[in-house]
């Protein structure tokens, strides 16, 4: 793979092109504006936006031939009786889902591979030709109607990227996927997001030949007219993530926004720095989304059953994302079997459970609420806490900095400040602080830019105070703050972390790095697909697996994180020894597509290796970085 396949080579490869008519979408919905309301100030979310802003928190379902192949992206030339999940139960993953307070699910209909999971017209590459329920299965079906009987809404993904079929990169598959999208947004019901991935061209099948195809991708999806075309079907489906989508991508796959995260954008394509941010002021509203898999892959793979992300971990990704602003996208891929599997579930309901148990108990109610100005009865102080997202309280025209004050009954000890802007008049506070009395006089805990859907604020330790203060300190007009709640954190409960029982890997319970060329090798061996090892390039090091082990092959997972100096190891040399003296080669080669994906690579050995120690060469960084980073190494047992 090439590194143009990147979304972010995409958006920041492409000249500007412009959404015609900047400001985002159709009518708000809201009736004659509120007389004597402020007037709405900047870029305005549409009707849709503002009810997937709402949202919070949804899930991802990664599912497809790629689940049966180990892989994350399929080349296309699958074969579609590979498909075949032996208990699939929507009705298990949309509980999963709710356990883990997911309010949705978007499935991936067709990822990069081309194999539709419902039976597409116009392609033999589907479910129809795969032997699960005798090729009359539909998991968009399928899944769809669990959501629904579930009482959560549903969504799909429909990958632009078509690695099988022979006409992509030719107007002939524009037609295809256009007829695809058309069949997904006529016959499964509401839809509430429709995700269009923005990996686009490289090498495939294509159909038997087998080549590498680069398209332009602005104009040969023509992407506004493809939004429409959803809008036009489904007019309360978000779209992501093209200029010209409802939504975009907050520049990472690692569950965090930037601080602050503004929703809105300059109508251009946007680069890195712009998708985590936002851009006050920017025309258009167009809010990020923060997606993150539960586990360092996409799609279920066997060697990652013990590095399903923690209770923890998923929350302060919340924090991150939903505090920040975003909606949280978390996938939860379900295996061979067609469910997702117990480890991920224990999670999933842990994190649900400590955030069910957060917000249910809001502590501001009760408080008084007094402002330093107010604009009528209709917009006083009071508004913040009536619990109703289309009240607000706002002062009057021309006091930008106005401050409001909580006094609370006694005996409310709180660590998380939720605020929230009333959205359909635009995001009207730029910088804002908050400060707490406890008795001991006002301190001040948070001083940030951006507020918009919900800001939430942890403390770093619960305060018992009798008032909380909100200051606004920046901001061009008057502010609309729909609400302010407090609440008591309740953590997680943790769950036991699960060391792989699968007979397809080696245990690495007895391994241990003998010699590495930095330190700090031993998080390779940490099952945390966060700790990285970090050495500089030509780098290496030498494991004892505490016995003599049968290998097939090896897996090796790098860091996924973006933001710092260092990237994932593009090329491999490895050796084996029974003795840690006398060394054999055994393979040497690429880490496919890497740097983009960001994935682990699982590498087949020509033939069984048996060996009591591995020495691995790194001798270049995938993505020009200093430094080389890698989470997890680990080996497949040979059978
Ligand atoms: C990426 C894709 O390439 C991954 O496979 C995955 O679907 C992720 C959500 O988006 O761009």
């Not at 591979?113 to 039976?119: A, K, M, R, S």
């Not at 909580?406 to 009333?422: K, V």
């Amino acid at each position: 793979m090439t590194l143009d396949l990147s979304r972010r080579a995409l958006v920041a490869g492409t000249a500007t092109l412009t959404v015609a008519g900047a400001v985002a979408g159709p009518a708000l919905g809201r009736g004659a504006p509120d007389a004597g309301a402020p007037k709405p100030w900047g870029a305005l979310p549409s009707k849709r936006q503002v009810a997937w802003h709402r949202r919070l928190m949804y899930g991802f379902v990664h599912f497809t031939v790629n689940t049966f192949t180990d892989k994350e992206w399929g080349y296309g030339d699958e074969d579609p009786k590979l498909f075949d999940p032996t208990g699939f139960d929507p009705d298990q993953i949309v509980a999963a889902a709710k356990a883990g307070n997911l309010d949705g699910l978007i499935l991936t209909a067709k990822h990069h591979d081309g194999f539709c999971l419902w039976p597409s017209p116009g392609t033999e590459h589907s479910i129809k030709n795969s032997p699960y329920k005798h090729g009359k299965g539909d998991i968009v079906r399928e899944l769809s109607d669990a959501c629904r009987r579930g009482g959560i809404p549903f969504g799909v993904y429909l990958s632009p990227w078509d690695r099988n079929h022979a006409d992509y990169g030719k107007p002939a598959y524009i037609d295809y996927f256009r007829a695809q999208l058309t069949d997904l947004c006529t016959n499964y019901g509401d839809l509430f997001e429709v995700w269009f991935d923005g990996a686009n061209g490289g090498d495939g099948y294509y159909g038997g030949a087998r080549e590498r195809r680069k398209i332009d991708a602005v104009p040969y999806y023509n992407w506004p007219a493809m939004v429409a075309l959803v809008h036009k079907l489904q007019p309360m489906a978000c779209t992501f993530d093209p200029l010209g989508a409802d939504l975009r991508w907050v520049a990472n796959e690692d569950g965090y926004a930037g601080d602050p995260c503004w929703p809105t954008m300059p109508n251009k394509l946007y680069e890195d720095h712009a998708g985590h941010f936002g851009v006050r002021g920017g025309e258009l509203w167009w809010p990020a989304e923060t997606n993150v898999s539960i586990r360092p892959g996409w799609f279920y793979h066997p060697d990652e059953d013990a590095q399903v992300k923690s209770p923890a971990e998923l929350t302060k990704m919340y924090d991150e994302s939903v505090g920040r602003g975003t909606n949280f996208l978390l996938n939860i891929p379900p295996d061979t079997r067609g469910i997702i599997p117990e480890a991920d579930v224990a999670s999933l309901t842990a994190f649900g459970d400590g955030i069910r148990a957060t917000f249910r108990t809001d502590l501001a109610q009760g408080a008084v609420a007094r402002a330093s100005a107010e604009r009528g009865a209709k917009f006083s102080a009071a508004r913040v806490l009536d619990g109703n997202p289309d009240t607000y309280w706002s002062a009057p025209d021309g006091v930008t900095t106005p401050s409001l004050t909580l006094d609370l009954p006694p005996g409310r000890t709180f660590d998380l400040i939720r605020i929230g802007e009333y959205l359909p008049l635009g995001v009207r506070v730029t910088r804002f602080a908050v400060d707490v009395d406890d008795g001991t006089g006002w301190r001040e805990v948070a001083n940030k830019e951006c507020i918009s859907a919900q800001r939430i604020i942890r403390l770093p330790a619960p305060v018992t105070a009798r008032r909380v203060r909100l200051r606004i300190l920046e901001a061009p007009v008057c502010p609309a703050i729909s609400g302010i709640a407090l609440f008591r954190s309740v953590a997680p409960k943790a769950v036991p972390h699960l060391r792989s029982q699968n007979p397809a890997l080696v245990d690495r319970s007895a391994w241990r790095v003998v010699t590495a060329s930095a330190p700090g090798a031993e998080a390779i061996l940490d099952d945390d697909a966060t700790t990285p090892w970090r050495c500089a390039p030509p780098g290496g090091l030498t494991l004892d697996l505490g016995r003599v082990e049968r290998m097939s092959g090896f897996t090796l997972t790098p860091s996924r994180d973006f933001a710092d100096n260092s990237g994932p190891p593009g090329r491999f040399v490895l050796e084996s020894s029974l003795d840690g003296r006398s060394w054999q080669s055994v393979k040497e080669g690429e880490f496919a597509n890497i740097a983009n994906a960001r994935q682990t690579n699982r590498i087949r050995f020509d033939a069984v290796v048996s060996a009591r120690f591995l020495r691995f060469a790194f001798p270049l960084v995938a993505n020009g970085k200093p430094m080389i980073a890698i989470t997890e190494i680990g080996a497949f047992a040979a059978k």
